[in-house]
């Protein structure tokens, strides 16, 4: 999923776009990879989030760098 490598922030809605899935299934999807530590989620107001902390991190740092 391109999706996954392109953006730090990731949501169902997202997820269901990219992958032609139904909500339940890209929420499936997400959820695994919360489990085995690729994206963190997080529930921010009323959504639930999935935050790819290992390139949220990389773009950060992306000036320090420099």
Known sequence: ??????VPLHKNY??????KVIRKTAAKY??????IGIL????IWKDNYCINTDLF??????????
Do not use: H, P, W
């Open 1 to 6: 999923m391109d999706y996954l490598v392109s």
């Open 14 to 19: 997202f997820a269901m776009e990219d992958t």
């Open 30 to 35: 997400l959820n695994q990879l919360d489990k």
């Open 40 to 43: 963190s989620k997080q529930r």
């Open 57 to 66: 991190m990389l773009l950060q740092n992306i000036g320090k760098f420099s």
